[in-house]
């Protein structure tokens, strides 16, 4: 039998569209089909990619997980936890009733789980062997630490990539990753001379990043603002806000990343508080999506002036 391409389009610069990827691979390699060859593609929400061109998917198989839908008929495969997965409700119907390869559930965590429950349900694969991964990627995905200070610590390996990911998580890596996380033990990954070569600029980088946001940041009401436009963050600072205003419900980021800017909006878990709004459909209002926890926005970097009137509009929206 030929070797037949496979092509997997995951959520970029993200551990969970990474382990997503990594899922489905085990998945599509356990339930038949004879060899296959996988590709991996890391795919970045932002202005000039709201969903997967028709060009990239051009394996004998695509797949696109923990990303938004794209409605060609080159998809074969689709899984994604986004609320915000579908340009309306009326699509997601047709697309799921459509075919039986299609799986969307907003209810969970990770799209990591969402495959292994899936693949184990649906498909008869056992994910036993990978039960550390996808517990990772729940736990990163849903900001289930104990703190913002636990979430924002890199002593753990895993932590340490999780960073790498963020940082470094293109097509390359993804191409290099996906196999490895099938191939060895989580944390021997996160302690492989490659991950650890990408981690170490970034840990120094981390506290320059801590440093900027400190210094930007403001609180308005239930809400902390930063924002950092000159250059792009060299280190991740999610949930590092949490830490620094503990006491606020919301923060929203204006940041400027390698290709647009980018409007974070999140909910803090840790602050004791119920929730007040539906951050996914803030989010698509303004062009983005997410979840009803986190979700984010982008607009080009020659339109720096409409990203500033949206964080403001967002700030002040969760202020009321």
């Known amino acids: 039998m030929a070797e037949r391409k496979v092509v997997v389009a995951a959520h970029g610069h993200c551990f969970d569209g990474l382990a997503s990827a990594a899922m489905f691979t085990h998945l599509r390699r356990r339930s038949g089909g004879g060899s296959l060859r996988f590709r991996y593609l890391s795919c970045g929400y932002g202005p000039n990619l709201q969903t997967i061109p028709e060009a990239w998917l051009r394996g004998d198989e ?11 008929k080159r998809v074969t495969w689709f899984f994604d936890h986004h609320v915000t997965a579908f340009a309306s409700e009326a699509e997601r119907v047709r697309a799921i009733a459509g075919s039986e390869r299609y799986f969307h559930d907003g209810a969970y965590g990770s799209c990591t789980k969402l495959i292994a ?7 008869g ?17 849903t900001a289930g630490f104990e703190s913002a200070a ?15 990911i963020e940082q470094h998580g293109d097509r390359e890596l993804y191409d290099a990753l996906a196999p490895l996380l099938l191939e060895k033990e989580l944390v021997d990954v996160a302690t492989s001379d490659k991950v650890q070569e990408l981690w170490r600029p970034i840990a120094t980088a981390a506290s320059e990043t801590q440093r900027r946001i400190g210094q930007a940041l403001v609180v308005r009401g239930d809400v902390s603002y930063v924002e950092l436009v000159e250059a792009p963050l060299r280190a991740s600072g ?11 419900m919301y923060s ?12 974070s909006v999140g909910y803090n878990p840790w602050c004791r508080r119920e929730r007040r709004h539906d ?16 979700g984010a926005a982008s607009v080009p970097l020659d339109r720096l002036d409409e990203a500033r009137r949206i964080a403001m509009e967002v700030v002040e929206e969760l202020a009321t």
């Open 279 to 294: 951050i996914a459909d803030i989010c698509r209002r303004h062009g983005g999506g997410g979840h009803p926890v986190v």
């Open 62 to 72: 695509n797949a696109i997980v923990d990303f938004r839908f794209t409605p060609s």
């Open 125 to 141: 694969v056992s994910f036993d062997q990978h039960r550390e991964l996808v517990r990772w990627a729940d736990l990163i995905d």
């Open 150 to 164: 636990q979430a924002i610590d890199r002593a753990e390996p895993v932590m340490q990539l999780a960073a790498v």
């Open 117 to 123: 429950d899936v693949g184990e349900a649906r498909f």
């Open 252 to 263: 929203v980021a204006l940041l400027r990343m390698k290709q647009h800017f980018k409007i």
């Open 238 to 248: 999610k949930f590092v806000a949490y830490a620094l205003a503990p006491d606020a």
